[in-house]
């Protein structure tokens, strides 16, 4: 565990990092930083009133501690999100798992994704797994501003029918680690047939443990109309998407639903993931959602 201690004036600030190495730019008229195995120590005399400069990436606060790139060893993540297919009123069913459906390696190696991760197992751990979901952690200023190019990590993982989305053994958060953050976390959920959601804000961090609740309130998803109102004021990401294109478009039922109509298993066309390609996918998923598009920025 390493202490990085900034001292500013008359206030001094003892800050515990836990599996983290620091890199401070220490701009001051006075100032200077030094460090043991322990510990880490910088410190600034600057004035009193404070003037902050941007250009880019790069910030200068006139008198006082300049920020910081951090490297995390690991952290842990916590996310929640629900998809409208299998979504019942207060959870998300779990059919593909109950009649045993569901791949033991992650489905995302195929187009769009392109997914080279091995994440497997040898059984699926719980049974209230839902369905695989890929995540992905961008960096970024800003919301708008999190494109694909700023993605520093992909994992698949299990989506379980309260919403939670959890490692492989369905029981602990999924862990990053050797990340590099330089701005702020932003987190994209991928589904095999429903549309992609970004957090429209940094997630929380605490202790290494970074949070965000895809579900509730509104607008927790970037965009306009990013998700479905499920029930209340609980959303969740759009079905029908079945050609994983990031639109629901005529593409989806030409394509793919109408070749797999009348037939069952783990299956793009199966809208509402209850093992079942049918009338029920198109009309009550396809139709209903006809023309929403993904608002993760590209």
């Known amino acids: 565990m390493k202490k990085t201690i900034f001292i500013c004036g008359f206030w001094v600030l003892s800050i515990i990092v836990s599996g983290q190495s620091l890199s401070p730019v220490v701009l001051a008229a006075s100032g200077g930083y030094d460090e043991n195995a322990a510990a880490s120590l910088s410190w600034t005399l600057g004035e009193v009133a404070t003037e902050t400069y941007t250009a880019g990436d790069n910030i200068l606060t006139q008198g006082f501690q300049q920020p910081i790139t951090i490297t995390l060893s690991g952290i842990d993540l916590n996310l929640l999100a629900y998809l409208q297919g299998p979504f019942n009123g207060s959870e998300m069913n779990t059919n593909l798992n109950d009649l045993s459906l569901l791949p033991l390696s992650q489905p995302y190696s195929l187009p769009p994704w392109n997914y080279p991760g091995t994440e497997s197992v040898a059984v699926i751990p719980d049974p209230n797994v839902v369905d695989w979901v890929l995540v992905e952690l961008r960096d970024a200023t800003s919301a708008a501003t ?151 920025p590209e």
């Open 146 to 296: 999190a494109t694909a190019a700023t993605a520093i990590a992909r994992q698949a993982a299990f989506l379980m029918s309260d919403g939670n989305i959890r490692s492989l053994d369905g029981i602990s958060s999924q862990q990053f680690n050797n990340l590099t953050i330089q701005h702020s976390l932003f987190a994209v959920i991928y589904h095999r047939n429903h549309l992609a959601v970004m957090s429209a804000y940094p997630l929380t961090g605490s202790g290494g443990i970074y949070s965000y609740d895809f579900t509730s309130p509104a607008g927790q998803a970037f965009g306009t109309d990013a998700q479905k109102n499920l029930t209340g004021a609980v959303y969740g990401m759009y079905s029908g998407d079945s050609d994983a294109s990031g639109e629901v478009a005529p593409e989806d039922i030409v394509n793919v639903w109408a070749l797999q109509a009348g037939t069952r298993g783990y299956l793009m066309g199966d809208m509402d993931l209850n093992s079942q390609v049918s009338n029920q996918d198109k009309n009550e998923y396809w139709f209903q959602n006809i023309n929403q598009e993904s608002q993760a």
